[in-house]
């Protein structure tokens, strides 16, 4: 019940899911460790792991659990006493039952059975995957093994923490001069300032900007394949466009189908000199027709028969 409930919730926030129940030898082992006083203290007969991209998506499965299951106990990240010069696995641990008030009807005892979910980030994920077994499932006890696996997890710390501070340490990065990618920038800020200015629907908006100038440059690198030359291409195409938009009322009120597809319908208007779609594959669709005034295409993507 607990693995199929946290499973499917997983699956919804496309997040990594594992989970295992203790086999008896690692079992016996952790009994003998001296640290469990009763057998009903042992946590970790059922455990699994959720796997989240950062850790500020922690607070969403804690939610998730404790809403869905009785919870006993939360081992948050950082929250074991360590010294600043040791990395060692910290993620956050969530400890609990099943809620009898769910209304499941489960076996006799199977509520007082304690289990695990420990919440993890990618980044400590892959950590723990690539280590365990090297380190702490081994026959031999090295302490370069253990020395090298604390490295890597300070590694790991480093990641997270860049992570983390991913905005404001832009404004700490250098940056570097790049036409194309300029000329990228210079397309997304005049054609969002067009819908701003009611030049364009918000419904052509595209749901991703930066795969959108993307797009737009392949396009352009279709028919101006030199680097040297790209950027002065994308920028006449740019140009051109966007005088076209903020002129012309032709796609004032257009809402049906995509602002690449328009794109694809100036361009094949052959207004822009060296413009063409020649050499680029356009996904053919009645909107691209019959909105977009693209008509003829040469080369469309092929769809299985």
């Known amino acids: 019940m607990v693995k199929a409930s946290v499973q499917t919730w997983c699956a919804s926030r496309n997040y990594l899911f594992s989970s295992r129940i203790k086999a008896v030898e690692s079992l016996s082992e952790k009994l003998e460790s001296g640290r469990f006083k009763a057998w009903d203290t042992v946590d970790d007969r059922f455990a699994c792991t959720v796997v989240v991209p950062t850790a500020t998506h922690e607070a969403d499965v804690l939610s998730f659990l404790g809403a869905v299951f009785d919870p006993v106990d939360v081992r948050a990240r950082n929250s074991t006493k360590k010294a600043p010069d040791v990395f060692r696995f910290d993620s956050t641990r969530w400890v609990g039952r099943l809620n009898p008030s769910v209304g499941v009807a489960v076996a006799p005892g199977a509520g007082d059975i304690l289990f695990e979910v420990q919440i993890q980030t990618m980044f400590e994920h892959a950590w723990g995957v690539v280590t365990h077994d090297l380190v702490y499932k081994t026959d031999t006890i090295d ?23 991913f905005e404001e340490s832009i404004e700490f990065m250098p940056g570097s001069e790049h036409p194309e990618t300029d000329e990228k920038v210079a397309l997304v800020l005049e054609l969002q300032q067009l819908m701003i200015n009611g030049r364009l629907t918000t419904e052509l908006q595209p749901q991703s900007w930066s795969r959108l100038a ?92």
């Not at 302490?143 to 790991?156: D, E, F, N, P, T």
């Not at 028919?223 to 796609?251: I, N, T, W």
């Open 214 to 305: 993307d797009n737009v440059s392949n396009l352009v690198r279709s028919y101006a394949p030199k680097a040297s030359e790209h950027p002065h291409a994308m920028r006449r195409l740019r140009e051109s466009l966007v005088g076209f938009l903020q002129s012309d009322d032709d796609f004032v009120d257009l809402r049906s189908g995509s602002l690449l597809q328009l794109i694809l319908g100036y361009v094949g208007r052959n207004v822009v000199a060296e413009a063409n779609l020649e050499n680029f594959t356009v996904v053919e669709s009645s909107e691209l027709k019959d909105f977009h005034g693209l008509r003829t295409i040469p080369k469309p993507f092929a769809i299985p028969e």
């Open 143 to 165: 302490w370069r093994k253990a020395r090298l696996a604390a490295q890597l997890k300070a590694a790991v710390e480093q990641i997270e923490l860049t992570i983390a501070m």
